[in-house]
């Protein structure tokens, strides 16, 4: 038996085992995601008044539908919109124009501010609006988010509870018209949330959702506002550290959000993953090089290539479809969402795996239009093009 033979039966049974494992825990993810939005909601005991904070940057295809699911909130108590710009010639304005066309008894007020304090333009631009920010109740919440008319009242309801500081939310990708988004959503619908519920039930993830946060203003004081956050890539994830610091608690409802998945080209998508990818690397290492384990169908291909097509590896693979197809069929149940691009599935896990790959080949990422280096601190800078 030659030496290449030998290497070859190594590696077809390591990735057989990386598979199995991974098939172990797709089950488990569907198992789990259906018990994760089966709970409860919180219900609020009184309706304190909230301000919601939106920054805004470009006029994005489905941005007036996604302001006005926030305008039609069964909320009793008092809400402001505070949206935030950096140029004061940001298409988004038009879209809030129309917005105060639809809803005129919504309480709107822009800031537009070009003021920056640091790499992170998201958090310079929440701080520009913070000023006018009239209530204790801080809702942040991104452009592109879709939210149901009880959101709000569900939201408070959790913050009410004792010993809460900050409530953030899951999110299910909502695609725009065309076929890279609708790829993208299938990358957050059954892959990035089976494995926050996942993570949630075993206690190996303690997540914060930039798309939205709520706190109280004395929980954003406590822990400093969010100017230290201004330099990070991932100031969600560090926000809700901070709250946790701080000795309060972050909590996941359980329902989730419609997150507007936009990318419109192979390139678009590719970078966006590479840069979550990349972050959560820099981020928890050992936790990035874990996640291989939820790529079963790739590491069965790459059994039964490495095994010169042995029935057993063919076996595998079939198997490590129908799990990854239970999973998709349980997720759209608990999200309550007709099931539909199931042949895209495949297609996204084997891209899915090569990104992981890439993801390692370097720290740089690419966010609206720049070019930064990520540290191990989760800290931006700017970088050179490789």
């Known amino acids: 038996m030659s030496a290449v033979h030998i290497a070859a039966v190594t590696l077809a049974y390591a990735c057989a085992a990386a598979a199995v494992v991974g098939i172990g825990y797709t089950v488990l993810a569907s198992a789990l995601i259906g ?16 301000t919601v904070i939106k920054p805004l940057h470009g006029n994005e295809w489905a941005l007036l539908g996604n302001l006005s699911s926030f305008c039609a909130q069964d909320y009793p108590g008092p809400v402001q919109f505070l949206f935030g710009v950096h140029d ?26 070009a003021r920056l304090y640091g790499p992170n333009r998201k958090i310079s631009n929440i701080l520009n609006m913070l000023p006018q920010a009239r209530h204790d109740v801080l809702v942040f919440a991104d452009s592109d988010v879709c939210v149901s008319p009880d959101y709000l009242r569900n939201v408070v309801g959790e913050l009410q509870k004792p010993g809460v500081g900050l409530v953030t939310c899951a999110y299910r990708g909502q695609p725009d018209p065309g076929f890279w988004p609708r790829l993208s959503a299938i990358a957050t619908n059954y892959q990035f949330l089976p494995g926050v519920v996942t993570g949630l039930a075993l206690g190996l993830a303690r997540p914060c959702f ?37 000795g309060e608690q ?20 590719v970078t966006h993953e590479l840069r979550w990818s990349r972050t959560i690397r ?25 095994s010169g097509g042995a029935p057993w590896a063919w076996l595998l693979a079939a198997v490590a479809v129908l799990a990854r197809v239970a999973l998709k069929w349980r997720a759209d149940r608990a999200l309550r969402q007709r099931c539909r ?36 601190d989760g800290l931006l800078s700017a970088a050179q093009d490789e």
């Open 35 to 50: 018990r994760f939005f089966a709970r409860a909601v919180a219900v609020p005991s009184s309706f304190p008044p909230i």
């Open 88 to 113: 004061s010639a940001d298409p988004a304005l038009q879209t809030v124009d129309e917005l105060r066309r639809l809803h005129p008894q919504a309480d709107i007020a822009v800031v537009a501010d």
């Open 250 to 269: 972050v909590t996941i409802p359980p329902f989730a959000i419609a997150h507007a998945c936009v990318e419109g080209s192979a390139a678009q998508l």
């Open 210 to 246: 930039g798309q939205t946060i709520a706190m109280r203003r004395d929980t954003y004081e406590r822990i400093g506002g969010f100017k230290p956050f201004v330099r990070h890539l991932a100031e969600d994830y560090e926000i809700g550290a901070a709250v946790r610091a701080a």
């Open 341 to 376: 691009d199931l042949w895209l599935l495949p297609l996204w896990d084997i891209v899915s795996f090569a990104i992981f790959v890439a993801s390692f080949r370097s720290s740089r990422v690419i966010w609206r239009g720049f070019s930064f280096k990520v540290d191990g």
């Open 282 to 306: 820099r981020i928890d290492p050992l936790g990035h090089f874990g996640t291989a384990l939820v790529h079963p169908l790739p590491f069965a291909l790459l059994a039964l290539a490495c």
